[in-house]
């Protein structure tokens, strides 16, 4: 190993203390020794897998050579996460990119073997930030053979498969029994959701949304599940928007098709008083300022909101329909079914923009991304996503972000693909070219959490809606953004509607960008997703 031996005498440092060190071979060999060893860690034996999409990973690599990496390689369990970073279409047996002259696909085979009880590979599947790639971290300084297989698509994608030399395995003494839940079934849960901290000067007047802008710059566009660990500190953001949010949803619920925008259907029931339950207790010390428990002579205990003086039962017979008017978020609840299939059972869908409740309900998780026409879904999400919802538990919720582009300025529905009472609703409907006063970017917040009593998943959707003039006098986000849009593949910009407003929008953002560089902008391209 390389040692420092000088720095290390007369500044007397060591591994952990001193960056020189830290990145030297010597401090990422100390750093390694902790993971090998320490038993807190999984050890994870078997198959996984890791997608490229660059030639320089080639060079220098011999075919039936070894190799031995000297830093930690992430890779997964599931080939169709691979498949996203090799921007390669198993099904369709093509790359979904075209790349750079150099570039290949290369997707690689890992065959772990913890020989004589020594660790290679760690499963961090539960702590990884991404929580849908099923994470596995080999360990530096493994040996591992080298072999290639090619194979013919549209472009030569080369292969490689990378194999551990076997050895004999070392005979254990003790029995392993799995076991697995029977679908369909819940057995409560102890785990107590902990008691929030009061957001810091809140106010309903004064404290902005924050400013996620989930889109990052081009040629590369990944389509992922994009979960990433949630503090339930976090799990409900409220901001100066709420009071406009608010009145949006009364009025909805006092129209005529108020029946459409919520619904519950018998066997979520309890998961929606859960819902309730949850949301108050959370609400009353996270916002003080805006909530606080009532109690009536019968000790029914109410939610009160301070500003406007609506005071709701938390165990009313809608509860889903005053859950969601306390928040800007909308509700949807996702029951198990004895498939181990996900359905849509419960939903306050009041704000959704471009789909309707009614659409959707009863549905399987597959049916409604696919009757969405969600790009890639069966090819990349399906399988990861629907054996996620199958492991997830209360102690680990998710948070992910999306975002849209709207040709029109009405938050609850986009009436430019369509009227909301119209059968086929779409891009196909929107006139081209809007003015650019007209567009929007719409994003979403969107939590998942496993309820510990009734076993659902609730999910919680919060739009954020922001008109494109505004988002454009942002430092570098006019050039991130038309950089993102260009670098949409053809499913997802039919899916996104891009025709329908890509020529006015580029035009626009490119302007603003140029006028951002030539007053002198400095150009972050490090900034931090999803802001």
Known sequence: MARIVLHDIYQGCTNFSCDTLYTAQDGTKSIASILFYHPKFVTYQGTVYRGIFDSRALANIQVNGYIMTNTFLSTSKLPEIADIFAAYNRTEQKLDREGKEGEVSIGCTFIIKNINGNRRALDISGISERLDEDEVLLLPYSNRLLMFEYLLAILIIILSLLRIIKYRRRKSTKSKSSTRRTFGKWIPVSFKSPIPVAYPDWSIETTRPLPYRPFKYGPDYFITMGIRRLDLNDWIELDNKWSKYHQVKLDRFSEERAHLLCKTAPEAYDAAHETMELLCEYLVHRYPSLFQYELNNNND???????????????????????????????????????????????????????????????????????????????????????????????????????????????????????????????????????????????????????????????????????????????????????????????????????????????????????????????????????
């Open 301 to 531: 205990k109410k939610i009160r909101i301070k500003t406007t003086g609506e005071i709701y039962s938390i165990n009313s017979d809608d509860p889903l329909k005053y859950a969601s008017l306390l928040i800007q978020d909308d509700l949807a609840l996702m029951i198990e079914g004895s498939d181990g299939q996900y359905y849509l059972k419960a939903g306050s869908i009041i704000i959704p923009g471009f789909w309707r409740l009614q659409d959707k309900f009863n549905m399987p998780l597959a049916q409604i991304h696919l009757s969405g026409d969600v790009p890639k879904f069966k090819e990349k999400l399906q399988h990861s996503m629907e054996r996620y919802f199958q492991k997830m538990n209360p102690e680990h919720p998710v948070i992910r972000h999306n975002y849209f582009i709207q040709t029109d300025g009405d938050l609850a529905w986009s009436n430019s693909i369509g009227s909301e009472d119209q059968f086929g609703i779409g891009w196909i409907n929107a006139k081209p070219n809007p003015p650019i006063e007209n567009i929007y970017f719409r994003s979403e917040r969107q939590t998942l959490r496993r309820l510990p009593r009734s076993g659902a998943i609730l999910f919680t959707i919060h739009p954020y809606f922001i008109p494109v003039i505004e988002i454009a006098k942002e430092a570098g986000i006019p050039g991130r953004l038309a950089s993102a849009i260009r670098s949409w593949p053809d499913d997802v910009s039919i899916y996104k509607g891009k025709k329908a407003y890509e020529e006015v929008l580029l035009k626009y953002l490119d302007q603003k960008h140029q006028e951002q560089c030539d007053n002198g902008l400095d150009i972050d391209y490090s900034k931090s997703y999803p802001y």
